[in-house]
Nanobody, 125 residues
Framework: QVRVVESGGGLVQARGSLRLSCAASGRTFSSSAMGWFRQAPGKEREFVAAINWNGGRTNYAVSVKGRFTISRDNAQNTVYLQMNSLKPEDTAVYYC??????????????????WGQGIQVTVSS
Protein backbone atom coordinates (compact mmCIF):
# COMPACT_ATOMS: atom_id res chain seq x y z
CA GLN A 1 0.00 0.00 0.00
CA VAL A 2 1.24 3.48 -0.91
CA ARG A 3 -0.32 6.68 0.31
CA VAL A 4 0.21 9.77 -1.84
CA VAL A 5 -0.46 13.33 -0.68
CA GLU A 6 -0.07 16.47 -2.80
CA SER A 7 0.66 19.95 -1.51
CA GLY A 8 1.71 23.36 -2.81
CA GLY A 9 -1.19 24.31 -5.04
CA GLY A 10 -2.98 27.63 -5.03
CA LEU A 11 -3.70 30.77 -7.01
CA VAL A 12 -1.00 32.41 -9.10
CA GLN A 13 -0.93 35.03 -11.83
CA ALA A 14 -0.04 34.17 -15.40
CA ARG A 15 3.73 33.92 -15.97
CA GLY A 16 4.19 33.07 -12.31
CA SER A 17 5.56 29.90 -10.71
CA LEU A 18 4.42 27.23 -8.29
CA ARG A 19 6.04 24.09 -6.94
CA LEU A 20 3.90 21.08 -6.18
CA SER A 21 5.10 18.42 -3.77
CA CYS A 22 3.97 14.82 -3.51
CA ALA A 23 4.79 12.93 -0.33
CA ALA A 24 4.51 9.16 -0.59
CA SER A 25 4.56 6.55 2.11
CA GLY A 26 5.59 2.94 1.70
CA ARG A 27 8.82 1.06 1.16
CA THR A 28 8.20 0.72 -2.58
CA PHE A 29 8.53 4.43 -3.31
CA SER A 30 12.19 4.32 -4.29
CA SER A 31 11.51 1.62 -6.90
CA SER A 32 8.32 3.19 -8.27
CA ALA A 33 7.83 5.51 -11.18
CA MET A 34 5.87 8.64 -10.26
CA GLY A 35 3.64 10.79 -12.40
CA TRP A 36 1.68 14.01 -12.39
CA PHE A 37 -1.67 14.31 -14.15
CA ARG A 38 -4.25 17.06 -14.26
CA GLN A 39 -7.93 17.49 -14.94
CA ALA A 40 -9.65 20.73 -15.82
CA PRO A 41 -13.43 21.19 -15.48
CA GLY A 42 -15.26 19.48 -18.30
CA LYS A 43 -12.09 17.88 -19.63
CA GLU A 44 -10.52 14.47 -19.38
CA ARG A 45 -7.57 13.70 -17.14
CA GLU A 46 -4.34 14.36 -18.98
CA PHE A 47 -0.72 13.43 -18.50
CA VAL A 48 1.64 16.17 -17.34
CA ALA A 49 4.98 14.63 -16.38
CA ALA A 50 6.53 11.41 -15.12
CA ILE A 51 9.84 10.32 -13.66
CA ASN A 52 11.45 6.91 -13.37
CA TRP A 53 12.49 5.25 -10.14
CA ASN A 54 15.90 6.90 -9.79
CA GLY A 55 15.21 10.22 -11.51
CA GLY A 56 17.29 9.36 -14.55
CA ARG A 57 14.42 9.44 -17.06
CA THR A 58 11.54 11.85 -17.42
CA ASN A 59 8.59 12.37 -19.75
CA TYR A 60 6.63 15.55 -20.32
CA ALA A 61 3.48 16.50 -22.12
CA VAL A 62 4.15 18.73 -25.10
CA SER A 63 2.07 21.47 -23.53
CA VAL A 64 4.35 21.78 -20.49
CA LYS A 65 7.77 20.83 -21.86
CA GLY A 66 10.28 23.57 -21.20
CA ARG A 67 8.10 25.13 -18.48
CA PHE A 68 7.61 22.31 -15.97
CA THR A 69 10.26 20.17 -14.30
CA ILE A 70 9.64 16.94 -12.42
CA SER A 71 12.17 15.71 -9.87
CA ARG A 72 12.32 13.35 -6.91
CA ASP A 73 14.13 12.89 -3.62
CA ASN A 74 14.03 9.22 -2.67
CA ALA A 75 15.55 9.93 0.73
CA GLN A 76 12.52 12.13 1.49
CA ASN A 77 9.97 9.96 -0.38
CA THR A 78 8.93 13.08 -2.28
CA VAL A 79 8.32 14.05 -5.87
CA TYR A 80 8.20 17.65 -7.05
CA LEU A 81 6.69 19.46 -9.99
CA GLN A 82 8.23 22.87 -10.57
CA MET A 83 5.88 24.90 -12.75
CA ASN A 84 7.20 28.07 -14.36
CA SER A 85 5.71 30.49 -16.89
CA LEU A 86 2.24 29.37 -15.90
CA LYS A 87 -0.66 30.02 -18.24
CA PRO A 88 -4.41 30.22 -17.55
CA GLU A 89 -4.82 26.97 -19.47
CA ASP A 90 -2.70 25.23 -16.80
CA THR A 91 -5.61 25.70 -14.39
CA ALA A 92 -6.72 22.27 -13.19
CA VAL A 93 -6.72 19.83 -10.31
CA TYR A 94 -3.31 18.20 -10.27
CA TYR A 95 -2.88 14.60 -9.18
CA CYS A 96 0.22 12.72 -8.15
CA UNK A 97 0.34 8.99 -8.82
CA UNK A 98 2.63 6.05 -8.10
CA UNK A 99 3.32 3.13 -10.44
CA UNK A 100 4.61 0.48 -8.05
CA UNK A 101 4.74 -2.27 -10.67
CA UNK A 102 7.18 -0.46 -12.92
CA UNK A 103 10.05 1.93 -12.55
CA UNK A 104 9.53 3.40 -16.04
CA UNK A 105 7.89 6.85 -16.46
CA UNK A 106 4.61 5.97 -18.20
CA UNK A 107 2.34 8.58 -19.77
CA UNK A 108 -0.73 6.31 -19.38
CA UNK A 109 -2.86 7.03 -16.33
CA UNK A 110 -4.19 3.47 -16.09
CA UNK A 111 -0.71 2.13 -15.40
CA UNK A 112 -0.56 3.98 -12.09
CA UNK A 113 -1.66 2.14 -8.98
CA UNK A 114 -2.03 4.78 -6.27
CA TRP A 115 -3.35 8.31 -6.52
CA GLY A 116 -3.48 11.36 -4.32
CA GLN A 117 -6.63 13.31 -3.62
CA GLY A 118 -5.64 16.08 -6.00
CA ILE A 119 -4.78 19.73 -5.47
CA GLN A 120 -6.14 22.82 -7.18
CA VAL A 121 -3.91 25.06 -9.26
CA THR A 122 -5.52 28.24 -10.58
CA VAL A 123 -3.72 30.60 -12.93
CA SER A 124 -5.30 34.00 -13.40
CA SER A 125 -4.84 36.07 -16.53
Amino acid sequence: QVRVVESGGGLVQARGSLRLSCAASGRTFSSSAMGWFRQAPGKEREFVAAINWNGGRTNYAVSVKGRFTISRDNAQNTVYLQMNSLKPEDTAVYYCAADVSSGAPSVRWYEYDYWGQGIQVTVSS
